[in-house]
């Protein structure tokens, strides 16, 4: 039994999630072959905030995440039937369609470690952004598996 950060309860079913975070310290500008590429650097934690989550938040996470996204459905498909969307530009909408379903689908299977390192962050930013940190990585971003938002 670990008390749960989000939902503040005591829960048997508490996962550990962590982000790291830290502060921006330098940006470059690039030049690659006349492709400009902005790098930053920052000066980050060595080691993440560890936060307990429960399961249970990660899950109501995961179903508003999916319910945004519906609602983002909703509202394009009204754009098309109240001819706010011009007919030739049916090819567009049809293209974000597949779109929004393949974000549905990711964010329906998206790993649960990258949604408790999410509300990690979301807990805890205000608090060390008024201490002067101005960039939170999850485990994921920071280790370069995926790329830093
Ligand atoms: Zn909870």
Redesign the pocket.
Known sequence: MST?A??L?E?DNVNIYGFYYGKKIGEETIDKFRSIETKTTYRMTPLPKNVY??D??INKKRTRNVLLLLLFLVLLFSGLSFGIVKENSIIIWISSLGMVISIILVSIYSKQKMLGDQIAINLFREKLMQQGYDSFFTRDEHSGKVPKM
């Open positions: 749960c989000k939902c309860k829960k989550i429960c249970d938040c």
